[in-house]
């Protein structure tokens, strides 16, 4: 059984080792392939959904955007969220939908097999949903933040594109908060005396 008397927020070698072998219940198994078939779903209707169809990941981050930045977004219906000079634009590519769906995985996976019973393990998978949308959602807000504030501060250019480099913040931004999800499900799952010998 995994400790869960230990203070340190980060899994040990060992503990990892056990945390992999686990033993999976015919119910995980289902899960983990209800929630494949899930995030495939995710992945075709991303490729043909309009920007329309993505507001349940855009509103909010633009909600948020006006908490911090002074910049006001319209939104026009079938382009996005357009800022007072139309230099910035939201759209389908800034949704984070391919991030929301590792999240979704990576809670799934790494938290549903230390529940003990079905019910808890129902309630965390649908909770894990909902979770990984709004670290998705304070991610994509962090990445159009930093994004934005390079742009307007005139920063020396380093040897790429803009896209290249609006693309590089995107990918930085997204990986710290994906280790800092998982360093947040670990040290949440080590809190509970969920872990099954």
């Given at each position: 059984?995994?400790?869960?008397?230990?203070?340190?927020?980060?899994?040990?070698?060992?503990?990892?080792?056990?945390?992999?072998?686990?033993?999976?219940?015919?119910?995980?198994?289902?899960?983990?392939?209800?929630?494949?078939?899930?995030?495939?779903?995710?992945?075709?209707?991303?490729?043909?959904?309009?920007?329309?169809?993505?507001?349940?990941?855009?509103?909010p981050v633009v909600q948020a955007l006006s908490w911090s930045r002074p910049d006001i977004f319209t939104y026009l219906p079938g382009v996005g969220?357009?800022?007072?000079?139309?230099?910035?634009?939201?759209?389908?590519?800034?949704?984070?939908?391919?991030?929301?769906?590792?999240?979704?995985?990576?809670?799934?996976?790494?938290?549903?097999?230390?529940?003990?019973?079905?019910?808890?393990?129902?309630?965390?998978?649908?909770?894990?949903?909902?979770?990984?949308?709004?670290?998705?959602?304070?991610?994509?807000?962090?990445?159009?933040?930093?994004?934005?504030?390079?742009?307007?501060h005139s920063l020396p250019q380093p040897m790429m594109s803009p896209a290249?480099?609006?693309?590089?913040?995107?990918?930085?931004?997204?990986?710290?908060?994906?280790?800092?999800?998982?360093?947040?499900?670990?040290?949440?799952?080590?809190?509970?005396?969920?872990?099954?010998?």
């Amino acid at each position: 059984m995994i400790s869960t008397s230990s203070t340190h927020p980060f899994v040990t070698l060992s503990n990892m080792n056990q945390l992999t072998h686990t033993q999976l219940s015919p119910f995980d198994w289902g899960l983990f392939i209800l929630t494949f078939i899930a995030l495939i779903a995710l992945k075709l209707m991303h490729q043909q959904a309009s920007v329309d169809d993505l507001q349940f990941l855009l509103q909010p981050v633009v909600q948020a955007l006006s908490w911090s930045r002074p910049d006001i977004f319209t939104y026009l219906p079938g382009v996005g969220f357009v800022n007072a000079n139309q230099s910035v634009i939201i759209d389908k590519g800034c949704s984070g939908l391919n991030f929301w769906v590792i999240a979704c995985a990576l809670g799934i996976f790494t938290v549903i097999p230390s529940m003990l019973s079905i019910r808890l393990k129902i309630l965390a998978y649908l909770g894990l949903w909902v979770l990984a949308w709004a670290v998705t959602l304070l991610a994509n807000t962090a990445r159009i933040n930093i994004a934005l504030w390079y742009q307007q501060h005139s920063l020396p250019q380093p040897m790429m594109s803009p896209a290249g480099l609006h693309e590089a913040i995107g990918v930085v931004s997204y990986v710290v908060f994906l280790i800092l999800y998982y360093v947040f499900l670990v040290y949440s799952i080590r809190q509970k005396p969920s872990c099954p010998a």
